[in-house]
């Protein structure tokens, strides 16, 4: 993010057993930038933030009874997190499975016009990543799908 005192409209939070080995795995295989890191007398990370492009993510421990990692509840997740890359997709998936992430799903030209692939995470998150490589009209959306489409820019 180009301006530290301007916080983007919305971010994400995702809770991990191991925040700190979660800060390192991120930043390796994602290309996440770790911005702040909060810990307590004893060193455990209670508040972390990394940027991607102009997006940002908070992370933490699992501190209460309402959040978890998905390594804690059997590998589901109750959401998906996306993030848009500006190119190179197909070797930022190599990167990541060089790093350990389990690709889900290959990188594949999708019918919206981007182009994405799918990895989870060490502790089970499961992230897409997508990158725009033609434009594509809603016409188009809805012939290649069969769906009618409300509200595509």
């Not at 190119?87 to 981007?114: K, L, N, S, T």
């Not at 994405?116 to 990543?129: L, S």
Request: hydrophobic share 40%; proline share 4%.
């Amino acid at each position: 993010m180009s301006d530290p005192s301007h916080r983007p409209s919305l971010g994400a939070a995702v809770f991990y057993r191991d925040p700190r080995a979660a800060l390192a795995w991120l930043e390796k295989a994602f290309g996440f930038e770790r911005a702040m890191v909060v810990t307590d007398q004893d060193g455990n990370i209670v508040h972390a933030e990394m940027h991607f492009g102009d997006g940002y993510l908070m992370l933490g421990a699992e501190w209460a009874d309402f959040v978890a990692s998905p390594a804690s509840v059997g590998g589901k997740n109750t959401q998906m997190l996306h993030v848009q890359l500006q190119d190179g997709i197909d070797a930022h998936c190599d990167h990541a499975r060089a790093a350990g992430a389990e690709i889900q799903q290959e990188p594949a030209d999708q019918f919206y016009g981007d182009r994405t692939y799918r990895a989870r995470d060490p502790e089970g998150h499961v992230w897409t990543f997508g990158q725009k490589v033609r434009e594509v009209s809603r016409e188009e959306a809805e012939q290649a799908t069969g769906l009618g489409i409300e509200g595509w820019s």
